[in-house]
């Protein structure tokens, strides 16, 4: 059948699938928790008391919780808090009465680690870099499109028609995302270095009314 020419625009309408939220952590900060980090994995009591690896999903190196009193001095609360107010008012034009910060943690990650496919509790979660290796290594096959080593994939649904099932994020010092705290999610390994992949993640929790459909 012959197309006919049509000079009428088509609304576009997006009525599913959730939003992800990306922001840029600010300097100071990714500094502040990389001497934290680095203060840490000195301290073998530190280390011991604030490890969360048995309680992650992770298969990596080491994973540990960052303590209330360093959120509070880096405003670590009110850096999350601020931007998540931000994506529910673009969202939803209206604004959070409640932030709760759940939990927040470190990841290290070296070659040959993974965190295997899982989601988090609360409402929303997030990750965000802050050491990333200058390269994760090559695929075996080198016609690959795509080099996944590394990268973060978020997971929603199946494949649709227009609209893919999944989200992938190449690691960069700085960027931060945020997405609904039910979806899945995976990090890929990578090789071909000994450097760190370091990264921050955390739960949350927000009022009822904002976090309903």
């Known amino acids: 059948m012959e197309l006919k020419k049509n000079k009428m625009e088509p609304q576009i309408i997006k009525p599913f699938g959730p939003s992800i939220a990306k922001i840029t952590i600010p300097e100071e900060s990714v500094k502040e928790m990389n001497l934290f980090v680095d203060?840490?994995?000195?301290?073998?009591?530190k280390l011991e008391k604030f490890n969360e690896g048995s309680r992650l999903a992770?298969?990596?190196y080491?994973?540990?919780l960052m303590d209330v009193d360093f959120m509070k001095k880096i405003k670590w609360g009110e850096f999350l808090g601020s931007a998540c107010n931000k994506w529910v008012q673009k969202e939803?034009?209206?604004?959070l009465k409640n932030f709760q910060i759940i939990k927040?943690?470190?990841?290290?990650q070296f070659k040959n680690e993974y965190n295997p496919v899982h989601f988090h509790s609360g409402h929303i979660s997030g990750v965000g870099y802050l050491k990333v290796?200058?390269?994760m290594g090559e695929t075996y096959q080198k016609n690959k499109n795509i080099n996944y080593n590394g990268k973060l994939i978020l997971i929603d649904g199946s494949k649709k028609l227009f609209s893919k099932p999944t989200f992938t994020i190449s690691p960069k010092v700085g960027d931060f995302y945020m997405f609904p705290s039910y979806m899945?999610?995976?990090?890929?390994?990578f090789s071909g270095t000994d450097e760190?992949?370091?990264s921050v993640s955390f739960n949350a929790k927000i009022d009822e009314q904002a976090a309903a459909l």
Request: charged share 40%.
């Open 39 to 45: 203060e840490m994995i000195k301290d073998k009591d």
């Open 58 to 60: 992770g298969n990596v």
């Open 62 to 64: 080491q994973e540990f």
């Open 92 to 95: 939803k034009d209206m604004k």
């Open 104 to 108: 927040s943690w470190i990841v290290r």
């Open 133 to 135: 290796p200058k390269q």
């Open 184 to 189: 899945m999610h995976t990090v890929y390994p």
């Open 196 to 198: 760190e992949r370091r």
